[in-house]
């Protein structure tokens, strides 16, 4: 089964604003990945963040982890139509290391 | 630096055929993926190494779906025989270790695209 599940499922939003997507998962995890998936394309890795971490930033990418409440989001601040892709969470799982992704959020940032 | 490799790029099968798919990982990746993507859902784990030991393959349909990780480099996934569920697309990923022994991350490959009619 999937472990994460991303909210919300789709977001439209015009050139400079900001992105906020979030990600729900379910067991313990040793950290949580955000990846972006342009149509057709292969998988690229964002930013991870460890679960003994709270908040990591990447240039325009800004990721917070409550671990109590099993939950992370990723922002992106001053959107790029360039932006507009599908963004998954990944978790790693404390249990066996594997990674398990989320369902995704589609964005489409307008020009 | 190379990148994942994966074969073929797409393919077309008939339902009940046989189909494999190859993935060459970035050199001295001790981790692969293999997951299953169907149009508009995330990607879902089938079965991931290390080197060449199976770590999870909870979620592969072991009565069609098989793997294997010869010397711990290359990969093969093969269905037989395949079903109409089966089109998505199968990607591979490949990382240096799991991410909780260092912050690495996984990189993918470009995908097969499978069509089964």
């Known amino acids: 089964s999937q472990q994460g599940e991303e909210d919300p499922q789709a977001l439209s939003i015009q050139e400079g604003e900001n992105a906020t997507m979030n990600c729900s998962y379910k067991t313990s995890i040793n950290n949580l990945q955000w990846y972006r998936q342009n149509s057709g394309r292969g998988l690229v890795h964002l930013i991870l963040?460890?679960?003994?971490?709270r908040e990591k930033h990447s240039g325009r990418l800004r990721v917070t982890l409550d671990t109590s409440k099993k939950s992370s989001s990723l922002l992106i601040t001053a959107s790029r139509a360039a932006d507009t892709a599908s963004y998954f969470c990944a978790t790693e799982q404390y249990i066996n290391n594997d990674m398990r992704f989320g369902a995704g959020t589609r964005l489409t940032v307008k020009p | 630096e190379a990148g994942v490799a994966q074969s073929p790029r797409y393919k077309i099968i008939e339902k009940r055929q046989s189909v494999a798919f190859w993935c060459n990982p970035i050199?001295?990746?001790?981790?692969l993926y293999w997951y299953q993507q169907i149009l508009g859902q995330g990607p879902k784990l089938l079965i991931q190494f290390q080197n060449n030991g199976v770590v999870d393959d909870s979620q592969l349909p072991k009565d069609r779906f098989s793997a294997e990780r010869l010397k711990g480099v290359d990969s093969t996934l093969k269905i037989q025989p395949a079903k109409l569920e089966d089109s998505a697309v199968y990607l591979c990923?490949?990382?240096?270790?799991?991410?909780?022994?260092?912050?690495?991350?996984?990189?993918f490959g470009q995908g097969t695209r499978l069509t089964v009619v």
């Open positions: 963040i460890r679960s003994n971490e």
């Open positions: 050199s001295g990746h001790a981790t």
């Open positions: 990923a490949s990382s240096l270790v799991p991410a909780v022994i260092m912050n690495t991350e996984a990189f």
